[in-house]
Every structure is written in structure tokens, then in C-alpha cells.
């Protein structure tokens, strides 16, 4: 058996498969279900040569005495996740979220649950909040009983009068449960549903599990976050999807801006010569950490600027839409200006900001990044950098990095001139710090 595919949808379909060769109806008897990848297809960004084709397999019922009129499942059973019960993000850190807990516990829980049988059923919800830190439960309630008619999907808004709550003073972790009441020959593996909130030190919009990719072509983009208190950011954490043959793996820079007027506004932050990572499972985070610490405060923005019309391919939720939060530049009337994303399907980019508990002293954080002055450029034998004058202080150090990210230079005293001449033909980015802060940054083409 085997099914080509179609396009998006959330439409269950049964199909009904006899197994009668007699090679298979033996003790130990096994099977598996294959999805074999349609890359899609765009030959002008390969960084969007990608998979994208997800299967979603729900009942594989294997039994004697079946014919193609058994298609009826006697069950009730949850048809979506319970999402997170906060009303911005998915996961924020626990000291932001004690601080605006009027603003972000939401007052609902609900549920969605459907009967797939041809009969009434009669079913009970019921929910329970346990902090798994302390092993203990902190809250539950009943939602009482309710009639489903055959094959019906109830959503169920329950009203929530509970606010997260711990004894830990850094991070938290809570499992909010559902589950249903219903008759005892019911398949009770579909009658729960579980999430997990978790309070650790970082915010994010997305669930965790990208379900396709998004990117730009040569240009900036940046994604909104707020603050409850001052805080430091020490790194950020993306999710790249994996292009075919490695598309995707181009340098960009990553950035952090503050806010002018709900758009990013000055900059604060900028680090070149960084490249598209992966892990080795699936949905697993890549850390970018900061050279040095960025204080925040209210509205801020982190994101990227890219040089080359390749996308990154950086991973997009479909769960939870946060597209009102994501910006990139464009240019009007010969003006380069951030535009708000008007992505068609909407989602959450799978980029999220990393803070920790100490701050810098007012004097050393959120120093704007300067654009050096680079000369000649293109250049061929050697390059000139003028820049700000903190580049010419002591502990100075002068970094290069080719398009793909790696280092080809490094001088830890300041030099106006540097010889370029046994660099390869292509883009260069140069990034200045000063005793590990960053102070000026700059790109330069090196031509034969």
C-alpha cells in the first residue's frame, strides 16, 4: 500500500488494508510505515530546497474478522494539545513572569475532544495542574459532564481561576492535564492530554516543533520580545531547518536592536561571521552565545542581516502565531525600511532571546555598534579601517570572517592596515571589540 500525497489538510482519511499472504501471518509478525521526502523546489534559493511533508498517522487498528465497513472507532478522545496558558508567550522566565502575572496567565483552559463513535456519549472533564518541581498538585478542578452526538468535536473553554505558582525563585515547571470520563470500554490511551509549562531563562513564542521554514532574501529581519524587568541578554537560540546539500548554510550577522515606536530602532548589538548550525535530533535549539552581555528593557529585537539572496531556512511554528511580532527591511522610495511580516499561514519563528540574572554596569551595556569606514573597497592587496575612536583603545582586537563563517584573520592590536593579499576572491566581514565588547563592524569585498 502506499498513498502520493496531497495537499495541507486536517482530514483524517481510513483506509482499510487486508493482510492475507500467509509469509505474514506468523508469530512476531512486524510492519512500518515509510515516508519517502519530496523536496521542494526552487531553483533560485537553495536554501529552500527542504522537506517539508509531514505524515500523520492516527488509529492503526491490526485485528481478525475486519472488512472494509469497520471503519468505526468506539472512542472519545482529545483531538488537539493543550497549548500554553499564557497569553503572550509559550515559555518566558520565571522572575519576568511573577512580575506580569496579571498580564500573562490566561483565564481559560480550553480542550477539544471528539466522538468518533456512531452513538451518544456521555463524558466528564476534568483538569489537574501539578508543579513537577515540588511533586505536588496545585490545582484542580472538574468541568463537569456533557453529551457528545456521534462523531462531534466539542471545543470546551474551561474557566481557569489559578495563577502559577512555586516555591523556586529562578525557574519552574508545571504539567497541566486533562482527561475524560467515559465508558469503560472506551480506548482510556486517548482520554488525556498533557503540557508542560516551563519557566526556565529564556522567552519564546514557539512550541518547539517546526512545521515549515521561513527566511528572507539580502536584507535584515528582526523579532519583537518585551520585558517585564531589566535583564541581560547572554545569547540567542535558533532553529535552522536542513536545506538539501547544506543550501542554507550562509554567514549572517546576527543583531539586536532596541525599539523605535513598536519597529526595531537603534542598534545594540552586532555579530558577524556566524553560520547556520544543526543538532543531531530533531527540534533541538543551536545557541549563539553573545560576546558580550546586552541590557534590555521593555521592547527589544533580535535577528539577522544577510548579504546574499539565500534563505535561512530558520524553523516556523504553525501552533501559535506571533507574525505581528516579525520585521524585515525593504526598500521605499529608495528609503530602506522595516516592514511588518505578512506571512500568509500564520506561525512563530523558532528564534528565542536567552537571558540570565546579572546585569552590567550601566557604562559597559547596550553600547550602540558602529559602522567602520573600510577603504578601498573592493580591494585587492590591502584594506584601510577608519572607525570610532574606541577602536583605537587598548585591549582592541580585530577579527575577519569569510562569508561562510570561519576566521581567516585575528590581530590583537589595532591596525589601520591590514594586507589582504592571500585572501580568497569574495565577501569579508571585520568586527572590532574592545576588551570583549563589541565597537565597530564593517564588510569589504576582496576582489583578484
Known sequence: WCEPGFDSSTVFIPVIIPVTDEKFLTKGFRFRFRNWASLTTNNDDPGLVTNCDFWHIDYVILDKNRNHADTIPEDVAFVRPIQSLLTTYESMPWNHFHEAFLFEMGARLPVSYKNNDDLIRNVTREFQITDVYENSVVHSYTGGAANIDPWEVINYESGLFYTY????????????????????????????????????????????????????????AAYQFKTYIPDSLRAVQIYFNQSFNNGNIISFTLKVWGDNEGKPGELLYSQPGEVPKFSDSLNQFITYKLDTTVYISGLFYIGWEQNLNTSLNVGFDFNRASNNKLFYTDVVDQQKMWIQSATIIPGALMMRPVVGKTLLATNSIGIPVRQLLIFPNPAKEFINISGPEETYFSGCRILIFNIYGKQVFSSGNFNKRISVERFDPGIYFVRITNNGIPVGSAKFIRIR
Open 165 to 220: 505558582n512555586t516555591n523556586n525563585s529562578d525557574s519552574a515547571l508545571f504539567e497541566v492535564k486533562s482527561y475524560l470520563i467515559t465508558d469503560d470500554f472506551d480506548e482510556k490511551i486517548n482520554d488525556t492530554a498533557i503540557y508542560y509549562q516551563r519557566f526556565k531563562n529564556y522567552f519564546a513564542y514557539d512550541d518547539g516543533s517546526a512545521e515549515s521554514g521561513w527566511g528572507i532574501g539580502d536584507g535584515e
